[in-house]
């Protein structure tokens, strides 16, 4: 099994900058590649970012592309999701996810809330 713990979340004004963590642990071994996922009230769940391990690529929702970045500790088994120029359509709750091959993991979720 893989537990997922995410933190970071929090209040922040429009335009202000935000930085999610995504603690990997248990049998991480499998792991292609991590990213997050949100979903704000009202909608369904949407892709955000996400990073490969082998080779070490990312992708990104169009909507948040040149705002977000993706990274990755190896060290610490966690990924991070730098959010910057943060606007009130990003609020929502985001989750991260680790994905072995034919499975995905998901954390709890983290808040993330973004006032006009």
């Known amino acids: 099994q893989v537990q997922l713990v995410e933190s970071g979340g929090g209040l922040v004004q429009a335009g202000g900058s935000l930085r999610l963590s995504c603690a990997a642990s248990?049998?991480?071994?499998?792991?292609?590649?991590m990213g997050w996922y949100r979903q704000a009230p009202g909608k369904g769940r949407e892709f955000v970012a996400r990073?490969?391990?082998?080779?070490?690529?990312?992708n990104y929702a169009d909507s948040v592309k040149g705002r977000f970045t993706i990274s990755r500790d190896n060290a610490k088994n966690t990924v991070y999701l730098q959010m910057n120029s943060l606007k009130p359509e990003d609020m929502a709750i985001y989750y991260c996810?680790?994905?072995?091959?034919?499975?995905?993991?998901w954390g709890q979720g983290t808040q993330v809330t973004v006032s006009s």
């Open positions: 248990g049998r991480t071994f499998s792991t292609v590649g």
């Open positions: 996810y680790l994905n072995a091959g034919w499975t995905n993991y």
């Open positions: 990073i490969n391990w082998t080779p070490s690529t990312t």
